[in-house]
């Protein structure tokens, strides 16, 4: 899923994400909630309409956000209350509070909310938000009431394990229509995400959709898709390209590098985007250098469909019984490189 | 044309300018000079290889950039002499310099190097502006040798009507494949810009294309097509829309205001452009509110396919017969609103 925060994804327009091949987008509801406020949402008809995105929507509960970016007041069991980073003024998020403003945003999937530990966190403060994250999983699905929406939980735990394992259970006992794993990709070493994902993959509930949150980086995908994950969320692609980054064949490129001042060759000859299409590494790098914002969208974009190129092929792999061949596991000097 | 500065038409991809309806593009030489420098454009198969844009493209002279910013050490007959604003350096533009690099750039269109003298300026100052014009005009088409680019010169001779007839009939005595008016829409009040269309409209080459400078607002380009002009280029319908303003109606809408926070309708219903077709003021008002660059684009987008909408029909009610009725005077009130 691109990441849509604010009701769109940055610098694109809906006709090029879906030219991307993105099937679903993200939006934070934190920042939905602050500009422009669900209840203009609402009457707008709902993100789908307000943004004019007719495929699957998700929105995240907005507990990420406030324990990310918030000045926090305060945490206890009821909630969490944070200071309007627009006027100030206080608000308090809770579990309710939080099923109320994505009920009203109307995505066709909405997260849980729960509490995501800062990295590195102890024991005994991972196990404090591992229970509060069930007790506020239990008044969620209280709180839930739209039928054309599905509720997904979030299993926390950090790294550890017996803890993870608690989650999962927990979790999987609401039978819900969906299960994400949080708490991943928020600064633990690469290896730490593994063994987790090792760990989690045989715990879940094998007809539920799985997804993992915060992840995006294609060696990560590969390794969770072989433990059955299916949905991915990342801002990596558009705030990369945004900063003149570019992805090509598992590297990531810096174009205001001199080197491609004079290159008149594709970024990516695989590639099927505008910016591979249409133009050079040397036009790119001169975007990039003038600052402009055409440099910006044009690396979004590549970035998003190179993203959704990969996963697209690990589909593909799985309907052709190939995935683990291909993919499992995945580098960017594996032979797999040829099947997208 | 829209304006294309750095070889971009500001957060507008090809084939999103190609929607537009837009038939030739300007690009700026003094800014291409710099940044990549014209050897790189050259290299690259030029200007429309190098942007991607295969229609119509012209390049200015670079003076206009030179005397409006450039930091000017010294004018005299030669030439300008100014301080590059990248790394300090002096930079000497004369006429054949000029031609030079519009050659590299090759463009469909290059511009003669003029001088276009600040407003307001006396008569003795437009007086010699003229004549170095005139001067540079000759040394421009001694230095001009590419068979495929069209040279067109510049009148200028700023609001007195015997320099600008002086300049019509010097320029027209080149007999080049296009004539241009410059230093208008510098700063002078409409009425002047008026009165100097109808003084030279009827001393124009008819079979030459009539090219005014630095004009895009619906009224003045109703009223230079009265007097047989052809061509228009202007920053307005970009700059206005990065900055959060819309073209609509022949009024200037400021998407930030308030009024459009529930607002849920089309930002204008006759429009095709994306912006109109997919999404609501509410939406453009939120995107603008957030800074998001999509608001950007969109209301860039928008306010170009309003003006060569409005040129469109311009053309439209020529070949039927009917500009005189519709468009001749021009005003956002007037009935003509209906043919466009």
Chains 1, 2 share one sequence.
Request: hydrophobic share 40%; proline share 7%.
């Amino acid at each position: 899923m691109p990441v849509g925060t604010a009701a769109t994804v940055k610098g694109i327009t809906v006709p090029q994400l879906e030219d991307t091949g993105a099937q679903m987008v993200l939006a934070n509801t934190y920042h939905l909630h602050l500009q422009p406020g669900e209840a203009v949402v609402e009457e707008a008809g709902g993100l789908h309409r307000f943004m004019g995105w007719s495929g699957p929507l998700l929105t995240d509960s907005g507990g990420f956000q406030v324990f990310s970016l918030g000045a926090i007041n305060r945490i206890d069991d009821h909630g969490v209350t944070f200071r309007s980073p627009r006027d100030g003024s206080r608000i308090l998020l809770t579990p309710e509070r939080s099923m109320e403003i994505q009920m009203a945003l109307g995505a066709d999937v909405a997260m849980a909310f729960d509490q995501c530990p800062p990295q590195p966190s102890g024991e005994a403060e991972v196990a404090l938000a591992c229970r509060r994250t069930h007790d506020w999983l239990e008044r969620c699905v209280a709180a839930h009431r739209r039928a054309d929406q599905a509720l997904f939980g979030i299993i926390q735990g950090g790294c550890f394990p017996h803890l993870r394992r608690e989650s999962a259970a927990v979790v999987a006992a609401h039978d819900l229509p969906g299960v994400a794993v949080g708490g991943v990709s928020v600064g633990e070493p690469p290896e730490e995400i593994h063994r987790i994902l090792r760990l989690l993959g045989p715990l879940l509930p094998d007809t539920k959709p799985r997804y993992l949150m915060g992840v995006g980086s294609l060696p990560e995908m590969a390794l969770a898709v072989a433990q059955g994950f299916d949905l991915f969320d990342c801002v990596l692609p558009t705030r990369l390209g945004r900063h003149g980054t570019a992805l090509v064949g598992g590297e990531r490129w810096n174009l205001r590098n001199a080197r491609f001042r004079r290159d008149h060759t594709p970024l990516d000859e695989r590639c099927p985007c505008l910016a591979c299409r249409r133009h050079s590494r040397a036009y790119l790098h001169h975007l990039v250098r003038s600052g402009e914002m055409l440099g910006r969208t044009l690396l979004s974009l590549h970035n998003l469909t190179t993203s959704l190129r990969f996963t697209s092929a690990m589909a593909r792999a799985i309907r052709e019984g190939c995935f683990a061949e291909d993919f499992a596991p995945w580098r960017p000097d594996s032979p797999a490189a040829h099947t997208w």
